[in-house]
C-alpha cells in the first residue's frame, strides 16, 4: 500500500527554477531508488531522472546540465531540482518506485504535479 504524492509545481517563466518533492508513504523500508517521469499532452511519458543505491544519478538529455535529483532515504522523499526552465519542459512530472521490498513487488507512480513554463 506504498503510495507517492508529488508537489512542488506550478507556473514558471522561462529560465526560471522550481523544486519538486516526492514523498512516499506506507512502508517501513527505505526506497533505494526512485525515479522522475514527465509526460506531456500528446506525448509518450519520458524519463527524466533517475537515482539509485548509493546516490548514482541518470537523466535524460533534455534535461542533463539543468536538473537534478536527490534521494533522502531516511525520509523516503526524492526531490527535482529544476534549473534553467524551457517551455518544452512544461508536462505533467510524476515520480516513480521500482519494484522493492518496500513497494511490496510492485512498480509506483505517484499522481503527478503540473509544472507550466511560460513567459
Known amino acids: 500500500q506504498v503510495q507517492l504524492a508529488e508537489s512542488g509545481g506550478g507556473l514558471v517563466q522561462p529560465g526560471g527554477s522550481l523544486t519538486l518533492s516526492c514523498a512516499a508513504s506506507?512502508?517501513?523500508?527505505?526506497?533505494?531508488?526512485m525515479g522522475w517521469y514527465r509526460q506531456a499532452p500528446g506525448k509518450q511519458r519520458e524519463l527524466v531522472a533517475a537515482i539509485g543505491s548509493g546516490g548514482r544519478a541518470s537523466y535524460g538529455d533534455s534535461v542533463k546540465g539543468r536538473f537534478t535529483i536527490s534521494l533522502d532515504n531516511a525520509k523516503n522523499t526524492v526531490y527535482l531540482q529544476m534549473n534553467s526552465l524551457k517551455p518544452e519542459d512544461t508536462a505533467v512530472y510524476y515520480c516513480?518506485?521500482?519494484?522493492?521490498?518496500?513497494?511490496?513487488?510492485?512498480?509506483?507512480w505517484g499522481q503527478g504535479t503540473l509544472v507550466t513554463v511560460y513567459s
Open positions: 506506507g512502508t517501513t523500508f527505505s526506497i533505494l531508488a
Open positions: 516513480n518506485a521500482p519494484p522493492s521490498i518496500a513497494t511490496r513487488g510492485i512498480e509506483v
